[in-house]
């Protein structure tokens, strides 16, 4: 009997460190996003003219980006969270949203433009996004790095910087709703300057909250 109980109890202690890490990354974001979410609404705002963005193709080849970036980043990040996975070939697929930006410039370059590249890669709220992905990527990136250590990466220096990428990715969806840059040039250069900014956060905490 008393063995019976034994394995019953290691069954049970197995079954709730084998939680899913997508599971819990999965909740934590749905606890994440709205705090967020919350902080675009009561500093920033949605961009007055929003119903009228909607319909120009490059306001929504943002949102095709940052989500982008974010989905490819938690694929990846969820596969990490194992201690005997690897990253090769796994990283390809952070290729998808330089993909979508590069087609994305390539065809507003064959458009007729009002203004010179050099005024549309510098925008008009440039240093204002550089600052905001940031600020509104930190909710997310606790959660992720929370989420994360229900896993074992072997490298947790990269499943850091991904959770940045994925928090980035997520908070620039966000801030797209407000940024009236809408040229492919800027998103580039602020939205991957501020994404590098945040990737760097996560894989300086990545040793210190995901090591086990």
């Known amino acids: 009997m ?6 019953d109890a290691l069954a049970a202690d197995g079954a709730s460190r084998d939680k899913p890490v997508g599971q819990a990354l999965a909740a934590s974001l749905l606890v994440a996003l709205p705090v967020s979410a919350a902080l675009l609404l009561s500093t920033l705002g949605l961009r007055p003219d929003l119903h009228e963005a909607i319909s120009n193709p490059f306001f929504d080849v943002k949102f095709v980006v940052t989500l982008a970036l974010a ?3 938690i694929i990846v990040a969820l596969h990490l969270s194992r201690p005997e996975a690897t990253a090769k070939g796994w990283r390809l697929l ?3 949203p330089l993909a979508i930006l590069g087609l994305a410039i390539g065809v507003e370059a064959m458009l007729p433009q009002r203004s010179s590249a050099m005024t549309r890669l510098v925008g008009n709220n440039s240093l204002l996004c550089l600052g905001s ?8 990136l606790v959660a992720a790095l929370l989420a994360l250590r ?32 809408d040229s492919p040039l800027f998103v580039a250069t602020w939205y991957t300057l501020a994404t590098a900014m945040v990737a760097g956060l996560g894989a300086v905490l990545g040793p210190r909250v995901l090591r086990y």
Do not use: E, F, K, N
Request: hydrophobic share 60%; proline share 8%; net charge positive.
């Open 133 to 140: 992905i940031p600020v509104l990527a930190l909710p997310i």
């Open 2 to 7: 008393q063995t019976d109980r034994l394995i």
């Open 94 to 96: 952070l290729l998808a």
């Open 71 to 73: 989905l490819a980043a």
């Open 150 to 181: 229900r896993g074992a990466p072997s490298r947790p220096a990269l499943a850091g910087a991904l959770a940045g990428m994925l928090s980035a990715g997520l908070a620039g969806t966000l801030y797209a709703a407000h940024c009236a840059d």
